[in-house]
């Protein structure tokens, strides 16, 4: 009997990968088993228009059921996966079944970090990550007034953007200097803090979550520096660690990341891997990376189903790209911001559009660019073909 090639994770790239699967070929069965209770879904969605109330859970699911069905693709929702053996090739669920398959892909993306800022749980203080999340969050948007968000990275700019549109009053506390610090240069978190504040949401810089107060429901955040900030709506946004539990007990290499090479393929040559629980070597910039986006997350699987089909798709040259839409702007970002030598600024005055360019040696390596996605695709080549991009 042929043995089916097994996905954990019910995830973007885990849809990507059993689909392409099945374009190029794969006779045997597919099986995506996944720990969540709904159908997959595209999570950008999640921060922005099902936060605003424009998109419904269902209109935001990556296929319809009738699509798994007619590619006879399996999906096991609510299933937890335990255990990987490589020696016998099975996987054990929570349930104590075993399944063996003959190719194995891990797409077990990433989890929110967390903080304890309290003795004990408190109701209004939230994640988010996954749809059910987004529900509970969706639940006391009704009737919250002061949001407090810990964390000014593009998820938590975003919750603060559609939370402000519900007429929600937003503060936004950020440890850095900066908002986005980890991500952009000072010019962009400038473009975006001003364009928050012109909404009236409140951005305190330098300023560190020490605990929350409360009895059964959340009522404030006091900092560090010992100032108190009411709030019945608490969204902590401090990034994410890569799901690799399962990779490490199974003893494949894991750095930042699980281990994959140019063509998706882990240390055991019948496991691959694919998505934000990925790291790689980036052939541009030379050294590993692990990218949290969704184009990433459909560059690898292509190339890991090729791998399980016998053929080489090779992902490590593709330019990371990423998108965030907060209020009426686009912000896109492609490359990598770091190891620059000179940055070009464009527009800096014009607050519907920025365009901001990193060079080294004379060659791009990076761009954050808003409001202009012909120039995106500009950069994104340039970047591709080691090239100044003079505008
Ligand atoms: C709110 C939000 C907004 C975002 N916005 C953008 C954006 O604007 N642009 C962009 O490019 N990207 C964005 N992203 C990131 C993007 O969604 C991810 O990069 C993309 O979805 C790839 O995720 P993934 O496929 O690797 O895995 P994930 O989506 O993380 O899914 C992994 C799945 O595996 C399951 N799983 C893990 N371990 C097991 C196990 N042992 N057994 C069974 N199941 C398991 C998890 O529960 C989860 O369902 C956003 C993400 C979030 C959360």
Redesign the pocket.
Known sequence: MSLPCII???????VQLSFNLRQQGWQHDIII????SHMPY???P???SIMSQQKSLEEILLKKDEFYQDANIRLMLN????EIDRSTKTIKLANGEVLAYSKLAL????IANKISLSDKPLLGVHY???AED?AKIQNQLTHAKNAVIIGGG??GL?LAAAFNQRGVHVTILEAQENILQRVVTSEVAQFISSLHQQHGVEIKNCCIAKRLTGDSYVSAVVCESGESIPADLIIIGIGITP?T??ATKANLDVDNGILINQFAVTSDPNIVA????CSYFHSIYQRNVRV??????LDQAKSAAASIMGKEIDFSHNIP?????QYDIKLQMCGLIDGYDNVEVINPQDYGQLSVLYRKDNKLIAAVIINNPLMMKQAISAIANQEAFIH
């Open positions: 954990i994770g019910a995830s973007h790239a885990a088993i996944g720990n969540e595209q999570k950008p999640l921060s922005k299933t937890n996966v335990t797409c077990t993306g990433a988010l990550r996954t987004a593009f998820i975003e799901v539990t399962l694919a998505g934000d629980c949290e986006s969704i184009q990433n997350a790209r990423f998108w965030s839409d």
